[in-house]
């Protein structure tokens, strides 16, 4: 399989994208196998599983994007996820429903989320408007986190107080990656002079009681891009997986998301951009990974690689350490070399008794003049 359809420069981090046919190609033959994987599985079904979903399963098995890179691409688990906005979003569900997590106070944002500027059918799908002091309060028990979890399928959160939430919502958000809350822009937008944003007074805001919050139309918009984006949770590993469809697309919407996932991902989180990157690949939730794009060297940089004759030369040291040789003319070597080994250990013999001699004299030597100081020091108090 081509690894691409241009040539890496050494030294550079420029490459061209995925091979866009590559990509439908293997679209269609990963979408082919779940569907006849799901017809197999029904048909050899005695009895129904209630513990199943409505019938319609590809509507819920998720398509991944899995990247691996060469290099760890992160320091430390992200909680934050990252947003990269696709082509087709995956959160066009108009029963799914949606928890805004706002700065305080939330009565302002309920006015906004409820008021005729803002998208009716956006606001049905926001079943609930809570800020973060009130998160705090009621929230704190395992048992309310657990409710609040189970009763909505997407999370959003104000960005300016998101960093704040793990500590709240625990483990029942962060353990897994389904229902972290998303980072949203809810602040207003600040005035431009001279193309630079000015500062806001929060003196003259805190006395005016204005609440920091954007227009229904910003606030929507910002809703909307956060629901169509791709969402990336990185965590200090090779591999990272990002959800990009459902198996009930058609493979042409399957493609258009791995092209912007795969882009969005390498210009921004992977360091050394295409250098890093060892493999691309797309899979469902119980299939193989199917590879779409695979480096031709499967190292970064040249010190990474361990000459064949060096290895060698490491194995072979340690593999001698602690282990007498054997001579090359069989047995008579070994005959020959016993006596200089009893030579040698008589010797040393000799000269560890010659240097106990040696310690013994010295150590006497010491106490003679400790001794003769001490009497010094006594005379000089007595005086």
């Given at each position: 399989m081509a690894s691409s359809k241009a040539v890496v420069v050494a030294g550079s981090n420029a490459l061209a994208s995925i091979d866009p046919d590559q990509t439908l190609k293997a679209s269609k033959a990963l979408l082919a196998h779940i569907k006849k994987a799901a017809k197999e599985s029904s048909q050899e079904a005695t009895k129904r599983n209630i513990l199943e979903g409505h019938d319609d399963e590809d509507e819920d098995t998720p398509i991944w994007l899995t990247l691996s890179t060469k290099r760890h691409i992160a320091d430390k688990a992200r909680l934050q996820p990252g947003k990269i906005p696709v082509p087709?979003?995956?959160?066009?569900?108009?029963?799914?429903?949606?928890?805004?997590?706002?700065?305080?106070?939330?009565?302002?944002?309920?006015?906004?989320?409820?008021?005729?500027?803002?998208?009716?059918?956006?606001?049905?799908r926001i079943t609930r408007v809570i800020d973060f002091g009130k998160l705090r309060a009621k929230y704190g028990q395992y048992e309310a986190q657990r409710k609040l979890f189970s009763e909505h399928d997407v999370f959003l959160a104000d960005d300016r107080i998101i960093n704040r939430l793990p500590k709240v919502l625990g483990k029942t958000f962060y353990k897994t990656t389904v229902k972290r809350p998303i980072p949203v822009v809810f602040q207003a937008k600040r005035a431009r002079v001279d193309g630079k944003r000015t500062k806001r007074d929060k003196a003259k805001a805190k006395a005016e009681d204005d609440v920091n919050a954007g227009t229904a139309a910003e606030i929507a918009k910002e809703i909307e891009k956060a629901l169509s984006s791709a969402l990336v949770s990185l965590s200090p590993t090779t591999n990272t997986a990002i959800r990009i469809g459902y198996a009930n697309w058609t493979p042409e919407q399957i493609a258009d998301n791995v092209d912007a996932v795969v882009?969005?991902?390498?210009?921004?989180?992977?360091?050394?951009?295409?250098?890093?990157?060892?493999?691309?690949?797309?899979?469902?939730?119980?299939?193989?990974?199917?590879?779409?794009?695979?480096?031709?060297?499967?190292?970064?940089?040249?010190?990474?690689?361990?000459?064949?004759?060096?290895?060698?030369?490491?194995?072979?040291?340690?593999?001698?350490?602690?282990?007498?040789?054997?001579?090359?003319?069989?047995?008579?070597?070994?005959?020959?070399?016993?006596?200089?080994?009893?030579?040698?250990?008589?010797?040393?013999?000799?000269?560890?008794?010659?240097?106990?001699?040696?310690?013994?004299?010295?150590?006497?030597?010491?106490?003679?003049?400790?001794?003769?100081?001490?009497?010094?020091?006594?005379?000089?108090?007595?005086?």
């Open positions: 087709h979003s995956l959160n066009t569900d108009e029963n799914s429903t949606i928890c805004v997590i706002t700065a305080d106070p939330q009565r302002a944002y309920k006015n906004i989320i409820g008021s005729d500027e803002f998208p009716a059918e956006l606001s049905k882009t969005g991902l390498v210009g921004k989180w992977v360091p050394q951009k295409w250098r890093n990157v060892r493999g691309i690949y797309i899979k469902g939730p119980t299939t193989k990974a199917l590879p779409i794009w695979l480096t031709d060297e499967l190292w970064l940089d040249e010190k990474d690689v361990v000459a064949d004759a060096e290895e060698h030369e490491i194995k072979t040291e340690k593999a001698n350490v602690g282990k007498k040789r054997k001579s090359l003319d069989g047995g008579a070597g070994t005959a020959e070399s016993s006596a200089p080994n009893k030579k040698a250990k008589k010797q040393d013999k000799v000269a560890a008794e010659g240097d106990d001699d040696k310690l013994d004299k010295q150590i006497s030597e010491r106490k003679a003049k400790l001794k003769k100081q001490k009497a010094a020091a006594k005379k000089a108090m007595d005086d």
